[in-house]
Protein backbone atom coordinates (compact mmCIF):
# COMPACT_ATOMS: atom_id res chain seq x y z
CA UNK A 1 0.00 0.00 0.00
CA UNK A 2 1.29 3.51 -1.29
CA UNK A 3 2.08 6.17 1.75
CA UNK A 4 0.89 9.75 2.15
CA UNK A 5 3.19 11.11 -0.75
CA UNK A 6 3.92 14.84 -0.02
CA UNK A 7 6.22 17.22 -2.93
CA UNK A 8 8.38 18.82 -2.65
CA UNK A 9 10.12 17.46 -0.19
CA UNK A 10 12.31 20.96 0.03
CA UNK A 11 11.61 24.22 -1.02
CA UNK A 12 13.20 27.61 -0.19
CA UNK A 13 12.07 30.77 -1.16
CA UNK A 14 12.41 35.02 -0.31
CA UNK A 15 9.94 36.01 2.26
CA UNK A 16 6.79 37.70 0.49
CA UNK A 17 6.94 34.75 -2.15
CA UNK A 18 4.43 32.38 -2.71
CA UNK A 19 5.24 28.49 -2.10
CA UNK A 20 2.50 25.87 -2.39
CA UNK A 21 2.47 21.71 -0.91
CA UNK A 22 1.26 18.85 -2.81
CA UNK A 23 -0.40 15.87 -0.37
CA UNK A 24 -2.05 13.19 -1.75
CA UNK A 25 -2.89 10.77 0.77
CA UNK A 26 -3.62 6.99 0.95
CA UNK A 27 -6.01 5.57 -1.38
CA UNK A 28 -9.28 5.58 0.62
CA UNK A 29 -8.78 7.59 3.24
CA UNK A 30 -11.46 10.43 4.41
CA UNK A 31 -9.42 12.70 6.39
CA UNK A 32 -6.77 14.61 5.74
CA UNK A 33 -4.69 17.24 7.59
CA UNK A 34 -1.51 19.79 7.43
CA UNK A 35 0.49 19.61 10.17
CA UNK A 36 3.13 23.01 10.74
CA UNK A 37 6.48 21.56 12.74
CA UNK A 38 9.14 24.72 13.57
CA UNK A 39 12.20 22.90 14.42
CA UNK A 40 12.87 21.71 17.93
CA UNK A 41 8.61 21.73 18.65
CA UNK A 42 6.10 19.09 18.08
CA UNK A 43 3.58 19.07 15.22
CA UNK A 44 0.80 21.58 15.07
CA UNK A 45 -2.60 21.34 13.50
CA UNK A 46 -3.47 23.73 10.61
CA UNK A 47 -6.00 22.36 9.08
CA UNK A 48 -8.26 19.14 9.21
CA UNK A 49 -10.15 17.93 6.10
CA UNK A 50 -13.26 15.63 6.16
CA UNK A 51 -13.78 14.21 2.48
CA UNK A 52 -13.53 17.54 0.79
CA UNK A 53 -14.74 19.73 3.90
CA UNK A 54 -12.97 21.60 6.39
CA UNK A 55 -13.97 19.78 9.87
CA UNK A 56 -11.25 22.35 11.67
CA UNK A 57 -9.12 25.25 10.68
CA UNK A 58 -9.20 27.54 13.61
CA UNK A 59 -5.13 27.73 13.99
CA UNK A 60 -4.19 28.39 10.39
CA UNK A 61 -2.94 31.58 10.14
CA UNK A 62 -5.98 32.52 7.34
CA UNK A 63 -4.39 35.99 6.07
CA UNK A 64 -1.87 33.89 4.29
CA UNK A 65 -2.15 30.29 4.44
CA UNK A 66 -4.84 28.57 2.32
CA UNK A 67 -5.50 24.91 1.88
CA UNK A 68 -7.64 22.64 -0.26
CA UNK A 69 -8.67 19.54 -0.99
CA UNK A 70 -11.28 20.01 -4.03
CA UNK A 71 -12.11 16.50 -5.20
CA UNK A 72 -11.56 14.78 -1.67
CA UNK A 73 -8.73 12.80 -2.76
CA UNK A 74 -5.58 15.05 -2.88
CA UNK A 75 -5.10 18.52 -1.34
CA UNK A 76 -3.06 21.79 -1.53
CA UNK A 77 -1.58 24.13 1.36
CA UNK A 78 -0.58 27.32 0.04
CA UNK A 79 1.35 30.49 1.59
CA UNK A 80 0.90 33.95 0.30
CA UNK A 81 2.97 35.87 1.18
CA UNK A 82 5.06 33.72 3.63
CA UNK A 83 6.89 35.08 6.60
CA UNK A 84 10.71 34.34 8.11
CA UNK A 85 8.41 32.51 10.92
CA UNK A 86 6.94 29.92 8.20
CA UNK A 87 9.99 28.56 7.77
CA UNK A 88 8.89 24.46 9.08
CA UNK A 89 8.22 21.44 7.87
CA UNK A 90 5.01 21.04 6.77
CA UNK A 91 3.31 17.29 7.15
CA UNK A 92 0.74 15.98 5.49
CA UNK A 93 -1.44 13.16 7.36
CA UNK A 94 -4.90 10.97 6.60
CA UNK A 95 -6.37 8.55 8.23
CA UNK A 96 -9.59 6.03 7.21
CA UNK A 97 -13.05 6.12 8.55
CA UNK A 98 -13.51 4.24 10.99
CA UNK A 99 -9.84 3.28 11.67
CA UNK A 100 -8.03 3.16 14.94
CA UNK A 101 -8.80 6.62 17.25
CA UNK A 102 -5.29 8.35 16.81
CA UNK A 103 -3.64 6.61 14.49
CA UNK A 104 -2.31 8.58 12.05
CA UNK A 105 -0.74 7.80 8.54
CA UNK A 106 1.71 10.87 7.57
CA UNK A 107 3.99 11.54 4.71
CA UNK A 108 7.44 12.78 5.19
CA UNK A 109 7.07 15.73 5.08
CA UNK A 110 7.82 19.20 3.01
CA UNK A 111 10.57 21.21 4.61
CA UNK A 112 10.44 24.94 3.84
CA UNK A 113 13.12 27.66 4.51
CA UNK A 114 12.27 31.35 4.17
CA UNK A 115 15.04 33.64 3.74
CA UNK B 1 -6.36 24.06 24.67
CA UNK B 2 -4.75 20.62 25.24
CA UNK B 3 -0.86 21.16 26.33
CA UNK B 4 1.62 18.45 26.72
CA UNK B 5 4.59 18.92 28.20
CA UNK B 6 7.50 15.89 27.86
CA UNK B 7 10.55 15.04 29.87
CA UNK B 8 13.81 15.07 29.39
CA UNK B 9 13.72 17.00 25.97
CA UNK B 10 16.44 15.20 24.80
CA UNK B 11 18.34 11.78 26.09
CA UNK B 12 21.74 10.00 25.06
CA UNK B 13 21.85 6.20 26.69
CA UNK B 14 24.41 3.66 26.26
CA UNK B 15 22.99 0.83 23.60
CA UNK B 16 21.57 -1.76 26.05
CA UNK B 17 20.42 0.34 29.03
CA UNK B 18 17.08 0.89 29.86
CA UNK B 19 14.83 4.51 29.59
CA UNK B 20 11.87 6.32 30.47
CA UNK B 21 10.03 9.29 28.58
CA UNK B 22 7.53 10.73 30.50
CA UNK B 23 4.60 13.11 28.77
CA UNK B 24 2.09 15.34 31.14
CA UNK B 25 -0.94 16.90 30.30
CA UNK B 26 -2.63 19.91 31.64
CA UNK B 27 -6.07 18.20 31.33
CA UNK B 28 -7.50 14.82 31.59
CA UNK B 29 -6.29 12.98 28.53
CA UNK B 30 -9.38 10.99 26.30
CA UNK B 31 -7.00 9.58 24.56
CA UNK B 32 -3.00 9.41 24.30
CA UNK B 33 -0.75 8.21 21.68
CA UNK B 34 2.89 7.50 20.89
CA UNK B 35 4.58 8.44 18.20
CA UNK B 36 8.30 7.98 16.97
CA UNK B 37 9.88 10.28 13.89
CA UNK B 38 13.14 9.90 12.50
CA UNK B 39 15.02 12.61 11.80
CA UNK B 40 14.04 14.23 8.57
CA UNK B 41 11.00 11.66 8.13
CA UNK B 42 7.19 11.50 8.93
CA UNK B 43 6.01 10.25 12.15
CA UNK B 44 5.13 6.90 12.93
CA UNK B 45 2.38 5.54 15.29
CA UNK B 46 3.33 3.24 17.86
CA UNK B 47 0.54 2.83 20.48
CA UNK B 48 -2.53 4.06 22.07
CA UNK B 49 -3.54 4.39 25.44
CA UNK B 50 -7.48 5.21 26.81
CA UNK B 51 -8.15 3.41 30.01
CA UNK B 52 -6.97 5.10 33.38
CA UNK B 53 -3.96 2.47 34.29
CA UNK B 54 -3.51 0.78 30.97
CA UNK B 55 -0.17 -0.53 30.12
CA UNK B 56 0.55 -1.68 26.30
CA UNK B 57 3.49 -2.89 24.47
CA UNK B 58 5.35 -3.28 21.38
CA UNK B 59 8.47 -5.48 21.21
CA UNK B 60 10.73 -3.79 23.52
CA UNK B 61 8.71 -0.41 24.12
CA UNK B 62 5.84 -0.65 26.78
CA UNK B 63 3.60 2.85 27.46
CA UNK B 64 1.16 3.55 30.59
CA UNK B 65 -1.07 6.17 31.61
CA UNK B 66 -1.75 6.67 35.02
CA UNK B 67 -4.95 6.30 37.11
CA UNK B 68 -5.76 9.88 36.56
CA UNK B 69 -5.13 9.96 33.03
CA UNK B 70 -2.83 13.38 32.87
CA UNK B 71 0.41 11.47 33.05
CA UNK B 72 1.78 8.75 30.76
CA UNK B 73 4.96 7.40 30.24
CA UNK B 74 7.33 5.35 27.55
CA UNK B 75 9.72 2.40 28.42
CA UNK B 76 12.48 1.05 26.48
CA UNK B 77 14.00 -2.09 27.36
CA UNK B 78 17.74 -2.93 26.55
CA UNK B 79 17.73 0.08 24.05
CA UNK B 80 19.32 -1.25 20.36
CA UNK B 81 20.59 1.51 17.93
CA UNK B 82 16.86 0.89 15.97
CA UNK B 83 15.42 3.38 18.63
CA UNK B 84 16.79 6.39 18.41
CA UNK B 85 14.42 9.20 17.12
CA UNK B 86 12.28 11.74 18.66
CA UNK B 87 9.11 10.35 20.66
CA UNK B 88 6.18 12.43 20.43
CA UNK B 89 2.76 11.55 22.70
CA UNK B 90 -0.47 13.04 21.05
CA UNK B 91 -3.99 13.71 22.40
CA UNK B 92 -7.03 14.35 21.35
CA UNK B 93 -7.79 18.02 20.68
CA UNK B 94 -11.35 17.45 21.67
CA UNK B 95 -12.95 15.50 24.13
CA UNK B 96 -14.88 13.36 21.10
CA UNK B 97 -11.58 11.30 20.00
CA UNK B 98 -11.45 9.50 17.23
CA UNK B 99 -10.89 11.69 13.90
CA UNK B 100 -9.86 14.32 15.49
CA UNK B 101 -6.42 15.96 15.11
CA UNK B 102 -4.17 15.63 17.40
CA UNK B 103 -2.08 18.11 19.75
CA UNK B 104 1.17 16.93 20.08
CA UNK B 105 4.03 17.48 23.07
CA UNK B 106 7.49 18.83 22.02
CA UNK B 107 9.19 15.29 21.04
CA UNK B 108 12.19 13.56 23.06
CA UNK B 109 14.67 13.15 21.25
CA UNK B 110 16.82 9.90 21.84
CA UNK B 111 19.99 9.00 20.71
CA UNK B 112 21.72 5.50 21.49
CA UNK B 113 25.43 5.49 21.91
CA UNK B 114 27.08 2.00 20.89
Known amino acids: EAGVAQSPRYKIIEKRQSVAFWCNPISGHATLYWYQQILGQGPKLLIQFQNNGVVDDSQLPKDRFSAERLKGVDSTLKIQPAKLEDSAVYLC?????????????FGEGSRLTVL | SQELEQSPQSLIVQEGKNLTINCTSSKTLYGLYWYKQKYGEGLIFLMMLQKGGEEKSHEKITAKLDEKKQQSSLHITASQPSHAGIYLC??????????????FGKGTHLIIQP
Open chain 1, 93 to 105: ASSPTGGRAGELF
Open chain 2, 90 to 103: GADRDSGGGADGLT
